[in-house]
Antibody, heavy 118, light 110 residues
């Protein structure tokens, strides 16, 4: 069974850092892209970024709103992807989901809540 | 302001049909596959339709998708109370180099 489980969310002060994990099971992580998508309370889905499969040399792309502050990485041997977040702002407060993809985001994790507040 | 435009809400009685539109441009819907996601209250999004009209295993054929030019449409027939959810369209935008979503449409069963 395909599963994605996010962890690492929590409360962080503005300007702080946080690293989220996305543990994959039931499939080979190296064969898929992994996307991160966030959703502020009561709002719609906002794409954060993606990291390519091994075949795409793990290339990364980011939304303009997080470029230069967030970094996505992947450890295929551990079947885990990561979202490292720096210089966090209050507007980064959201539930963060990871999802696997080839032509579509076909499986999503349950999400982890990140709250940026003083 | 979302790159893809969806109506904020649609509603219909049980057993009826609803359609949800998703409007984009040549750099997103016009040149890439469209997906639709269902988000039930307090849950993660779930893939409903991919590559415009294909359904993943386990998705009933009451759900259908289509695309014409720079617009896509999700149809739900035989509406059930369990279909009350937010629905999002999504696709890749080749100019922005980003995955883009519509603002979401809330489906209410009257």
């Amino acid at each position: 069974e395909v599963q994605l489980v996010e962890s690492g969310g929590g409360l962080v002060q503005p300007g702080g850092s946080l690293k989220l994990s996305c543990a994959a099971s039931g499939f080979t992580l190296s064969d898929f892209d992994i996307h991160w998508v966030r959703q502020a309370s009561g709002k719609g889905l906002e794409w954060v970024g993606r990291i390519g499969s091994e075949g795409k040399s793990h290339a990364t792309e980011y939304a303009a709103s997080v470029k230069g502050r967030f970094a996505i990485s992947k450890d295929d041997s551990q079947n885990t992807a990561y979202l490292q977040m720096y210089s966090l702002k209050t507007e980064d407060t959201a539930v963060y989901y990871c999802a696997r993809a080839i032509t579509t985001l076909d499986y999503w994790g349950q999400g982890t809540l990140v709250t940026v507040s003083s | 302001q979302s790159v893809l435009t969806q109506p904020p809400s649609v509603s219909a009685a049980p057993g009826q049909k609803v359609t949800i539109s998703c409007s984009g441009s040549s750099s997103n819907i016009g040149s890439n596959y469209v997906s639709w996601y269902q988000q039930l209250p307090q849950t993660a999004p779930k893939l409903l339709i991919y590559e415009e009209s294909r359904r993943p295993s386990g998705i009933p054929d009451r759900f259908s998708g289509s695309k014409s030019g720079t617009s896509a449409t999700l149809g739900i027939t035989g509406l059930q109370t369990g279909d009350e959810a937010d629905y999002y369209c999504g696709t890749w935008d080749s100019s922005l180099r980003a995955e883009v979503f519509g603002g979401g449409t809330k489906v209410t069963v009257l």
